[in-house]
């Protein structure tokens, strides 16, 4: 048998495998095996979630000024953001339109424009072939641009999507900017980032994110800041909690603070919501009051904690005067890398306005128990017993993840392609 039969056949093999995978899932059930470490899966996740969706990518303090740039590595691609000389946030593939080279090889910097390591094709901010040596005369330079990614800033957080025909991203900033505007985030700096390699499947990672089931058990400082968090297995707790809500929300509406939750519903891919401190505590820090100065145009240190959470990978919470994003990347069928970086007012002052251990106290430990959780979760996962799971009630997060992910999956399955 010839190779390309051999490899044809394996093809299709894997293309039934796969759907016969995704027709019998059992709704309200964890995913099969396969599903969280498959390289063949894991490749159709880049595909067709990590290929086609907006990704959170980074702050817009990382190219705050013309010439700045960041790369965000997504599989195969890696991706340029940029501010061009006329302030518009921009992003375009890394990959050299004369041999492919890469254009950017520092995964930070400041250019004036854009030259190629290689043979020197310049470009210019907005993509534009300028110039390249020995060129001939009648070479038409429009057709050599860079390529474009899709690339919007939602208050201050950048999105990008490698698809052309991303999906409908204005259904998320309708619900989202409303709470995010007070927060002041575009005026924010990150003063802190940590970057973790976390040895489990990025669904995993989201999972984990989409519930608080867990909190009790494994978030001390968490749960000792937010109340539902707490409230999660304590039924006294939670009929208090619902108390406590209604009165805040009332506060939080007449400063001008939006309080309708937007969670996760059929048909979205995001969520939104501000919940309520455990009395005394104002903010997200380890003895819950303020570590940093207030925020935007936030009047109160007492605003609760903005959360909001886009499939795939961005998870966000917001206090008043600090704020965390984690940006969630795949990496390999059992590794996803995980930058989280802590904004806080951008006039703050180190060591005189805030100290940065204080600022990410609460969610340095929450994230690094929720890694370790992701990574047992993982080599559990791993093993020959392993078989699916039924979620609780409190863990319609992960079952809404599940489902949408799935819908995903199936919605743009088409064989062969
Ligand atoms: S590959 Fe970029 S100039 Fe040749
Ligand atoms: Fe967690």
Known sequence: MGSALKYELKQQRATDQIRSLLESHRVGWTLQQHFYRDPAIFELDLKRIFGRYWLFSGHVSQVRHPGDYIIYQIGIDQVIIVRDHDEEIRAFFNTCRHRGSLICTEPTGRLKSFVCPYHQWSYALDGSLKAGKHLPDDFDKSEFNLHKAHCRVMEGLIFISLSDQPPDF?????????????????????????????????KLIDENARECYHCPGSHKQYCHAVMSAAAVNSPALALRHSSVLAEKAARWKEIGLETEPKPFRPGTYHSVSRFVFRPGVVTESLDGQPVAPLMGRLTEPDSGVLGLGIYPNLLFEASSDHAVTLRFTPVGPELTRVEMNWLVHEGAVEGRDYEVKRVEAVWRATAEQDWKLCEDNQTGVNSSRYQPGPYVKVEWGCEHFIEWYLNELRGTWEPNS
């Open 170 to 202: 204005s259904p998320v900033e309708l619900d989202a900017v409303p709470h995010l505007k007070p927060h002041g985030l575009e005026r924010a700096k990150i003063c802190q980032t940590r970057r973790y390699d976390v040895r489990a499947n990025w």
